[in-house]
């Protein structure tokens, strides 16, 4: 079983920048892709960020150039550094690993309970 735990959601004034954390604990597994997803109110949840175990990743068009996905494997971390955020940035943003579990053998994916990000003009 893995549980994670997201931090640093809050307010921030448009420009400004937030970064968020999510930190994935339990033991019996090994996690290969992180990322990150968003759903604005009425809106469906999208991919905002993904990054591999080799650390390849991958962004939505609308965050390219403004946020940077990381991890750190040591601490089973990933972390979104959000920059120069807008109104259209306002969203619960939810972290999501994908792991093997050494004993069930399979792939199956975990999500976050969500933090809140909101951009004030």
């Known amino acids: 079983q893995v549980q994670l735990v997201e931090s640093g959601g809050g307010l921030v004034q448009a420009g400004g920048s937030l970064r968020l954390s999510c930190a994935a604990s339990?033991?019996?597994?090994?996690?290969?892709?992180m990322g990150w997803y968003r759903q604005a109110p009425g809106k469906q949840r999208e991919l905002v960020a993904i990054?591999?175990?080799?650390?390849?990743?991958n962004y939505a068009d609308s965050v390219k150039g403004r946020f940077t996905i990381s991890r750190d494997n040591a601490k089973n971390t990933v972390y979104l550094q959000m920059n120069s955020l807008k109104s259209e940035d306002i969203a619960v943003y939810y972290c999501?690993?994908?792991?093997?579990?050494?004993?069930?053998?399979?792939?199956?994916?975990?999500w976050g309970q969500g933090t809140q990000v909101t951009v004030s003009s």
């Open positions: 339990g033991s019996g597994f090994r996690i290969n892709a």
């Open positions: 990054i591999d175990r080799g650390d390849n990743t």
């Open positions: 999501n690993v994908d792991v093997f579990d050494y004993r069930l053998g399979t792939r199956r994916d975990y």
